[in-house]
């Protein structure tokens, strides 16, 4: 048994990636023009992003439309030769008066967890014009836990239809906050829903001063919802690919396990067909295993090496596994790594087939370069490619 998880193991490490490390610099020194990123010739190895997204009444569309595209997204910042790791946070936003102001959820690679969240919020509130715009901004950059790693492309998009309010005299008010963003080398992105001329202005002075682009779409975000014949099966596929997970640890780093699997199991039972064909295709991806693992997954930890499973004291095991022979156990992770790498070409080769089928779909309908999947990749692919990610294809996942 050993022997085959030593070859399992060569495996794992012949496919992993090659990463290089680059500097992030930048020449600007006023707040009045955007900051230009020089490119460099080296590769970014993380990627880092949070979507500030107003939540008040006017936003179901939009909101609905992040439900379902976050795992495209998540994909197509993924897609970079580099396979880079990707970490998502969200702050959502409404105004003084309303249920909240703001909610943040971290950054973090467990995607599961932050689809579960975004999952139970409903459009509502907001209704008088400006909203906390400037609350929302300062708490992305300040209130969320970004990386002083300088190999990492950090980025917001700031997602809404009205301008914010600058009336409140105990905020702090966006260009403040937008230095702050330089000096933590963030970019800030602003995407306009619907057409409010006064909104049109402010979002195109923060991304002015974010270093970022201003894009504008239509209400909803057009973004591509299409249904495809391989969803039900990668559905079913991810579902499957899920059950290879084996957590081991403490008991507190069971409880956060298990509050993974809750998330898990929150989206197969609630979410769309499409959405969970979309993130099968992310989990099998290279950037995507991280989310579907997470920590303490005692399969791509024996089979990586990076735990040493005579050495794990039984009751750290996971339960199944705590009454069996060192062998038995051996023979169960070989046979459980090897259902997952079967199923992960299984999730492969539909992905692939699916990409073609959206692909015909989307041209026979003239193409979707107002999308709101196009307006965040074609941002995505210029920025970190100033960072050495590079993004080939010419669209991004849907």
């Not at 070859?7 to 500097?23: C, E, H, S």
């Not at 959820?105 to 932050?114: A, K, M, N």
């Not at 409880?255 to 099968?280: D, F, G, N, W, Y």
Request: overall charge neutral; proline content about 4%.
């Amino acid at each position: 048994m050993k022997s085959k998880l030593i070859a399992l193991a060569l495996f794992v490490f012949t496919a992993g990636t090659v990463v290089l490390y680059p500097l992030y610099q930048s020449n600007a020194t006023t707040l009045t023009t955007a900051p230009i990123i020089a490119p460099l010739p080296h590769q970014a190895t993380k990627v880092e992003v949070v979507f500030v997204l107003d939540t008040t009444g006017s936003m179901s569309g939009l909101i609905q439309a992040a439900k379902e595209k976050i795992w495209s997204i998540a994909s197509s910042m993924a897609s970079a030769q580099q396979a880079p790791e990707i970490k998502m946070g969200l702050v959502a936003y409404r105004d003084r008066g309303d249920a909240y102001v703001t909610r943040v959820v971290d950054l973090s690679s467990d995607l599961d967890s932050l689809y579960a969240t975004l999952m139970d919020f409903r459009a509502a509130g907001g209704g008088d014009g400006p909203e906390s715009v400037n609350q929302a901004l300062h708490d992305a950059v300040h209130k969320v836990s970004w990386s002083q790693d300088p190999n990492t492309y950090r980025v917001v998009f700031l997602v809404g239809d009205a301008p914010p309010h600058m009336d409140y005299q105990d905020d702090v008010k966006y260009p403040h906050t937008l230095q702050a963003a330089h000096n933590k080398r963030i970019v800030v992105n602003t995407i306009q829903c619907g057409n409010i001329s006064h909104t049109t202005k402010k979002w195109q002075q923060i991304a002015q001063l974010g270093n970022g682009r201003y894009f504008q779409v239509e209400q909803a975000g057009s973004a591509v919802a299409i249904a495809t014949p391989f969803d039900e099966k990668l559905a079913k596929l991810s579902k499957e690919l899920d059950d290879t997970r084996l957590y081991y640890g403490s008991p507190e780093e069971k409880e956060k396990q298990r509050k993974k699997i809750q998330a898990t199991e929150k989206l197969h039972a609630a979410s769309s067909l499409a959405s969970r064909a979309r993130r099968a295709t992310f989990n099998a991806s290279k950037s995507g295993k991280a989310n579907l693992t997470g920590e303490g997954d005692l399969v791509n930890d024996v089979i990586t090496g990076g735990a040493d499973l005579s050495a794990i004291d039984r009751d750290r095991l996971p339960e199944p596994m705590q009454d069996m022979s060192v062998d038995e156990q051996e023979a169960m992770i070989t046979e459980t790594a090897e259902r997952r790498n079967k199923l992960e070409r299984q999730i492969g080769q539909l992905a692939e087939q699916r990409a073609t089928y959206l692909k015909k779909e989307v041209d026979k309908l003239g193409g979707a370069k107002d999308s709101l999947d196009t307006k965040i990749y074609r941002a995505v692919r210029e920025q970190a490619g100033n960072m050495g990610l590079r993004y080939d294809a010419d669209a991004p996942a849907y």
